[in-house]
Every structure is written in C-alpha cells, then in structure tokens.
T-cell receptor
Framework: EAQVTQNPRYLITVTGKKLTVTCSQN?????MSWYRQDPGLGLRQIYY???????DKGDVPEGYKVSRKEKRNFPLILESPSPNQTSLYFC?????????????FGPGTRLLVL | GQQLNQSPQSMFIQEGEDVSMNCTSS?????WLWYKQDPGEGPVLLIA?????ELTSNGRLTAQFGITRKDSFLNISASIPSDVGIYFC?????????FGAGTRLTVKP
C-alpha cells in the first residue's frame, strides 16, 4: 500500500531535550516536506527536500533541522525543543516538486513540549 | 510568509444543504488544491485545478480556479454527515505551496 508513515504519532517532551520525528514514504517520491499545523493558521511549511541531499527552508524553519540521506526518509530534528514548537506535524511527499504534483500526507505527529 | 485567506472559518449546516467556501490571495498561483482533513488524520486531496477558469467536479464536489489565478472556491452539494471535517485550500507556484487556515464543516443529521 502506498503511504507516508510518521513516528511517533504522539510525543510529550521537555524543553531542551533533542528529539527526532521520522518520516518515510514507499512511493519512490523525489519531493518531501514537513509542515506544522496550528489552530487558525492552517499548515505552514517548515522544510522541504527536492531530492537526496537537497533540502531547503520553508516558511518557518527556525528551531528545526532536516536531513535527506535516502530517498524514502526525511526526518525532522528538533535540537532543543521549546514550548512554541508544540504543534501537529505533517510529513508529505510527491513525485516531483512542480505544480500539479499531488502531495500525499502522513497521519501526523502531535508534539507537546513542556 | 503569505498565507491564503480562506472563508468561512466554520459552517454549521443541515444535512442535505449545499456548502460553499472560498480562498483568496494577493499572489497568483498556477495550481489550486482542495484538501479534506478528518480528525486524527492527515489532509487528503479532493480536487486539483491546473488552469485559470477551470471548473472540476468530483462527485458532489465542484471547485473552480479563478480567472485571476488569485482565488478558488469549493462547493459541496447535498451534504451528508460524513462531509464533516476541515477543508483546506492550497495554492501552489512551483516549489512554493501555501495553505488556507481551513473551514471547519459540521453537518447536522
């Protein structure tokens, strides 16, 4: 089954404790991205990657890192989480990055930073 | 970064009624997309629009790509309880994708 998976689905952590949210897709997609969803703000792009070893900042990259060592995986790293990073995070992938390529979203990771 | 203006923010309707929501932007896009998000799930694509003026249907859903390329609307006809959820518009220009804040739809049986 074609899908985007994220782990963990739920995470409670404390300020400053490094964490990684994994994202994996099995569709051989080149383009992957991370979004955060906050009430009243919709989805805002954090980082995206057009291919292996190619990553770029989205709208709200501060406090986040990503890596793309393999095509299928695109982990999101919070080196020193802060309470304002409490949010719902979505990973998405698409075949390419040009307009019209359908993005497939993962199920989401709900993060609470105390 | 610039977000899209999506309205209304929420709607409470009776089963069987038609629904309309729209998105506007000060920027032009070359693709408009409409997604639905169910509780605890990621957004799922409903309709994609690729050309200014394009009108596309998917079952009871109809969406249009505005002629100015700065707006789009989504209509749902004869709503049913499973239409409940949050609907997002998204505008795409090459690598740049922007989302509206969402319209939360509640359908009363």
């Amino acid at each position: 089954e074609a899908q985007v998976t994220q782990n963990p689905r739920y995470l409670i952590t404390v300020t400053g404790k490094k964490l990684t949210v994994t994202c994996s897709q099995n569709m051989n997609h080149e383009y992957m991205s991370w979004y955060r969803q906050d009430p009243g703000l919709g989805l805002r792009q954090i980082y995206y990657s057009m291919n292996v070893e190619v990553t770029d900042k989205g709208d709200v990259p501060e406090g986040y890192k990503v890596s793309r060592k393999e095509k299928r995986n695109f982990p999101l790293i919070l080196e020193s989480p802060s309470p304002n990073q409490t949010s719902l995070y979505f990973c998405a992938s698409s075949l390419g990055s040009t307009s019209g390529e359908t993005q497939y979203f993962g199920p989401g990771t709900r993060l609470l930073v105390l | 970064g610039q977000q899209l203006n999506q309205s209304p923010q929420s709607m409470f309707i009776q089963e069987g009624e038609d629904v309309s929501m729209n998105c506007t932007s000060s920027s032009i896009f070359n693709t408009w997309l409409w997604y639905k998000q169910d509780p605890g799930e990621g957004p799922v694509l409903l309709i994609a629009l690729y050309k200014a003026g394009e009108l596309t249907s998917n079952g009871r859903l109809t969406a249009q790509f505005g002629i100015t390329r700065k707006d789009s609307f989504l209509n749902i006809s004869a709503s049913i309880p499973s239409d409940v959820g949050i609907y997002f518009c998204a505008g795409q220009w090459n690598n740049d994708m922007r989302f509206g804040a969402g319209t939360r739809l509640t359908v009363k049986p």
